[in-house]
C-alpha cells in the first residue's frame, strides 16, 4: 500500500473506481451486450433462413426449368404426332375421294352407255319402221297392183333381213 501512496494512488478510490467499473460492466451485460447477442443471433438466423430459402427457390426453378423443358418436348412431341396423323389422314381421304370420283365417273360413263345403246336401239326401229315403209311404197309402185297385208309382211321382212 506504501507503494501505491508514493505512486500517487489512492488505493480507496482504487477499490471504488474497480467497484463501479464492475458494475457497470455488470449493467453494459445485461443491459446492453446481451441484447446486441440477441439481435446478432437473430440476424445471423435470419441470413441463414434466407440462404436456405434462396436454395430452396433456385432449386425449384431449376426443377421448373426441367419441367418446362419437358413440358415443351412433349408438346413438340405431340404436334409431330397431330401433323403426321393431319397427313396421313388428307392422304387417305384425297384417295378415299380419287376412288370414289373414279366409282362415280365409270358408273355415269356406264349409264351414258345404256342411255347410247337403248336410244341405238330405238333409232334403228324407227329407221327399221320409216325403212318398211319406204320399200313397201317403192313395192307398191313397182307391182302398181296392192298385195294383201300378209303378203307385204313377209315381203318387207324378208327385204330386212337383207339389208
Known amino acids: 500500500m506504501e507503494l501505491l501512496s508514493k505512486l500517487g494512488i489512492d488505493w480507496k478510490l482504487l477499490v471504488a473506481q474497480i467497484i463501479n467499473f464492475v458494475v457497470l460492466l455488470g449493467v453494459l451485460y445485461k443491459f446492453l451486450y446481451k441484447p446486441v447477442l440477441k439481435m446478432l443471433q437473430d440476424r445471423e438466423e435470419k441470413v441463414a ?6 436454395e430452396r427457390i433456385e432449386k425449384n426453378l431449376f426443377e421448373s426449368e426441367g419441367e418446362k423443358a419437358k ?14 396423323e393431319a397427313k396421313n389422314d388428307s392422304a387417305r381421304l384425297r384417295e378415299e375421294i380419287t376412288n370414289k370420283t373414279k366409282l362415280e365417273t365409270a358408273a355415269i360413263l356406264e349409264q351414258g352407255k345404256k342411255q ?14 320409216e325403212v318398211a315403209d319406204l320399200v313397201k311404197m317403192a313395192a307398191e309402185k313397182l307391182l302398181q297392183s296392192k298385195m294383201d297385208s300378209d303378203n307385204d309382211r313377209k315381203i318387207i321382212e324378208k327385204s330386212l333381213k337383207e339389208l
Request: aromatic share 6%; net charge positive.
Open 49 to 54: 433462413k434466407s440462404l436456405e430459402q434462396a
Open 116 to 129: 347410247l345403246a337403248f336410244e341405238k336401239e330405238l333409232m334403228f326401229k324407227e329407221i327399221k319402221g
Open 71 to 84: 413440358i415443351v418436348r412433349e408438346a413438340r412431341n405431340e404436334a409431330g404426332k397431330i401433323i403426321t
